[in-house]
DNA sequence: CTGAAAGCGCTTACAG
DNA sequence: CTGAAAGCGCTTACAG
């Protein structure tokens, strides 16, 4: 019930409650030896600090945001694990909120301004650009002086951004089947339409001549159970294609499975391939073609390009950070060349 | 820069500052025409309360603190995101926090505490309980009201427990690889020692008669690449087993590629199965034996007894929820019954 | 080296 | 139905 404040702390040890809140933040000009004994106390008496009352007069609560949709794509896991270390490394703490209509992005940019967090990540941001309330609700957080990055595709906006190719992987990897295979039927499995990933595929097909938009399917949502029954009866319509290039691994994964079912061999009478690299993609039977860039690393960025705002302002001009992302041909498009090594 | 507080919104709507307050708060005796106006006046400045402010004079963050281990582990990315969309559904946020040391964990819910969160959800506290710190912390969170549930075992903590009967899923498993295929050689795989999970597998062990000591092996790490490298190392020295259980589905993951590369087939040669059962092991090739609750049901059950103590006190004698698991056996344990239904 | 005072942005009795 | 005042727990100029 009662919580002991710096008043209590005060009390106890006979000094003023100014002199125990230097104390606690090791102010220079406070005695060792009143230091020392107000630390006692302090431990002593179960002191936590409040943190509502120190934000509020601080405008710092050592809290990054974070905004982002599919958080239960394991991708997204091995992503949050890795910023959420090195969030703490810097002395914050992680908020995570998460958004599956467009509409609510806005929503959820508010409650962590007003929240007040030091930082905010916001994961892909494609099509939601042209919502009318994003941009308001965007501008209040940098008005606010929270440093905010944004973690998508190469954008105009006026915050920091950090930018993965996927353009350039699907495209990459749609080349892989033209002229590594020989493929010319090949599919486009998507979930959301006209994403950037699709535009990849789309631009390969047609640099090869090849017709893309007959071959393009967009599934209903993005987890597996819905790649694995959608393929099946995606085949019987359509036939059999050479290859399918899958919006993401743990779509690939679904479809892996679904050609099993129907009997089809991967790579054999089908050739698959995934997109983001995720650790299980090399572990699968057969090891799933993909590409992608190491968590790790895209949280290193991050979190760098949040501490080069953190404290400083955004009069800055905003900065775009492009990741390279490297391409791993396994066996699920018919390679079998062991170039997966990091 | 200069944030929109309800003082400008009173300046603006020539109202007092009080009156701004309870007409965003929706205070029942304040007049419709009021309301309404301070209501617009509100957007249209771009107004958001700010959290820090409300937080310290209502004492109430709006926002569950989650501190757990293995937060890159899939399944328990599953388990986040559930928990997300129930605590966000309740009108909070998620505030998540990891610790790899068990000494770190008292530091972490002490970080909580300051971050005064309404509620606290603590994963596995086995092996924890033990360190000194973790006691007071505990305390010094319960004192200040903050609504604690932790998730583990059956515990005599006197705050509420969502069980999950680890043991018994890994005792079921090993008796199915004893009576259902005859093993005897069955061995075991884990990380850390003495894990709840170990015990089970002990247990069936003795019960059949078995020696499961020098069957049991730990891992340094419970990554799938740990496993992999780990599993070919031990079959050079120790032989070939029959069956291995895994101390999770990741760590069962890796194992089965070990195997493969060393050129044994799943479960021809030697079975596998896990524990956690997460999404993608029906997905693999041998689907993989394993036992899980389904972690939409572990949200919805911490939420709801988190919820019970929001607010209430914690007066009211700890609770403690056994939730029932469920087996399913596929083809990694030499089981084809498509048992795999929801 | 230490203290008294103001103030962060809100809510909530207490009055009217 | 509305307002003036106190206070949540801290930090930080301003004085000494």
Not at 44 to 57: D, T
Not at 139 to 168: G, H, M, N, P, W
Not at 250 to 274: F, K, N, S, W
Not at 310 to 325: E, I, K, W
Request: aromatic content about 6%; proline content about 4%; some cysteine.
């Amino acid at each position: 019930m009662a919580r002991v404040t710096i008043i209590d702390i005060a009390r106890e040890s006979g000094k003023s409650y100014t002199t125990v809140s230097r104390a606690l933040s090791d102010h220079p000009r406070i005695s060792l030896e009143t230091k020392v004994l107000i630390r006692a106390t302090a431990t002593r008496l179960g002191y936590s600090p409040n943190m509502m009352a120190k934000g509020l007069v601080q405008r710092r609560t050592q809290t990054i945001g974070l905004i982002a949709t599919e958080l239960s794509n394991p991708v997204r896991s091995e992503l949050i694990e890795a910023l959420r270390r090195h969030v703490h490394a810097s002395g914050y703490q992680l908020l995570v909120s998460g958004y599956q209509d467009e509409d609510e992005l806005s929503s959820r940019i508010r409650d962590m301004a007003g929240r007040q967090v030091d930082g905010l990540i916001i994961g892909k941001i494609t099509g939601v650009v042209e919502k009318k309330d994003f941009w308001p609700s965007l501008e209040a957080a940098l008005k606010q002086d929270i440093a905010v990055v944004v973690f998508s595709k190469a954008t105009s906006v006026r915050v920091d951004c950090l930018c993965i190719d996927y353009t350039a992987m699907a495209r990459q990897l749609t080349e892989h089947f033209i002229r590594k295979h020989g493929f010319r039927n090949i599919w486009y499995l998507g979930v959301d339409r006209n994403t950037i990933r699709q535009r990849g595929y789309v631009a390969a097909m047609q640099a090869a001549g090849l017709d893309s938009a007959k071959r393009l399917f967009l599934l209903p949502a993005q987890d597996m159970q819905t790649a694995r029954n959608a393929i099946g009866e995606l085949l019987r319509q359509e036939g059999k294609p050479q290859a399918i290039l899958c919006h993401n691994d743990i779509t690939a994964i679904g479809v892996m499975h679904g050609l099993r079912q129907c009997g089809y061999r991967v790579p054999e009478d089908i050739a698959v391939a995934g997109i983001d690299n995720h650790q299980i993609s090399s572990f699968f039977n057969p090891a799933l073609t993909t590409a992608g860039i190491a968590p790790e690393r895209v949280a290193e960025s991050m979190m760098k390009l949040l501490e080069a705002r953190l404290g400083h302002s955004n009069q800055s001009p905003a900065v775009a950070v492009h990741l390279p992302f490297k391409t791993y041909f396994r066996e699920s498009c018919g390679c079998c060349c062991p170039n997966d090594e990091e």
